[in-house]
Every structure is written in structure tokens, then in C-alpha cells.
């Protein structure tokens, strides 16, 4: 005789466990989704750094060429005399630079620390022009901001110049 496969009977405890693996999946694939969500996050946190960092350096450069080109010699005459329109603080001795000068977000300042010293040949430092006797210690800052960011930047430089002399239109104290 031939036992009829259909009356097959299941086990007990299987009854019991029926949906342990849909839950065990569910689980798996929620973990799996949280994992995958912090990942974009930090991906996302990380592409802001590196854009912070870029415009940061971006500015840093931009503010040194700034700086450099505030003290020269030829930018340095205009405000000292009194010609393009730099606005003057007699506390503090300091020519604010219009920003019609310069670039939007940029503000540039000369100070003249009222420090006179000798200088020529014989003292290590070059003045412009013959017959120079003494310069003048200056500081140059550049506050530099980018548009729409909460980036800044901040440069000073001290430097010694011969000053301007209004009365000829040179620098020659004579």
C-alpha cells in the first residue's frame, strides 16, 4: 500500500515561527536604510567642508593680492594727500579707502603710526627718491568678505614708505 503524500502533517513549532523571517528581513532592511542614510549625510557635511575650504582659500589669496597692491608706494600716495576720496579718522590716524576702489565686500584701511625713522643705504632700508632722509611706518589691513558665505578674512602689514609730500606731488620730504 501506497501512503498518500497529501496527508502530510507540519510540525508543531513551525505554526510558532511563521513570520520570524519577514520580521528578521524588516529588521535587516532597517538597519540597512539608517546605514545608508547617515552615509549620505556625512557625504553631504563633507562636500560643505570642502566648499568652506575652497572659498576660504579662495579669499585668502584674493586678500593677500589686495594687500600687496595697497602697499605700494603709488596706492599709497592718493589717500595721504588727499586725493581719492578716502575718508580720514584723526583718533586713529587711519584712511579708509572708498569701496568704489576696490572690490565689493572689501574694506581697506592705511594707518600712519606715527613713527618716523631714518632710512637709506646706510640703514638697511631703501626710501623713494634722492636726498630722503626720513620714512614713515604704516600699517595696511584689507578686511575681505565673500558674498553670500560666512567667510572672512583679516591681513595687515606693516611697512615703512617715505611720506607723501602734497606740496609737490612726490615723495620727497624736501
Known amino acids: 500500500m501506497k501512503k498518500c503524500l497529501t496527508s502530510f502533517q507540519p510540525h508543531k513549532g513551525l505554526k510558532q515561527q511563521q ?82 576702489q576696490h572690490k565689493a565686500g572689501t574694506e581697506q584701511f592705511i594707518t600712519d603710526l606715527s613713527t618716523n625713522y631714518e632710512c637709506g643705504p646706510k640703514f638697511g632700508a631703501v626710501s623713494i627718491g634722492p636726498g630722503t632722509i626720513y620714512c614713515s611706518l604704516y600699517d595696511f589691513r584689507v578686511n575681505s568678505r565673500a558674498q553670500n558665505t560666512g567667510v572672512r578674512d583679516r591681513h595687515n602689514r606693516g611697512a615703512g614708505k617715505e611720506k607723501p609730500n602734497p606740496a609737490k606731488h612726490s615723495y620727497l620730504n624736501q
Open 19 to 100: 513570520g520570524a523571517t519577514l520580521f528578521t528581513a524588516l529588521t535587516f532592511l532597517f538597519l540597512m536604510t539608517i546605514v545608508t542614510v547617515s552615509a549620505s549625510r556625512i557625504s553631504i557635511q563633507d562636500t560643505f567642508i570642502a566648499k568652506n575650504t575652497q572659498q576660504k582659500q579662495l579669499l585668502f589669496q584674493q586678500t593677500e593680492n589686495d594687500l600687496t597692491h595697497l602697499a605700494t608706494p603709488v596706492e599709497l600716495y592718493s589717500p595721504l594727500v588727499g586725493e581719492g576720496g578716502a575718508s580720514f579718522d584723526g583718533l586713529t590716524g587711519t584712511y579708509k579707502l572708498p569701496e568704489d
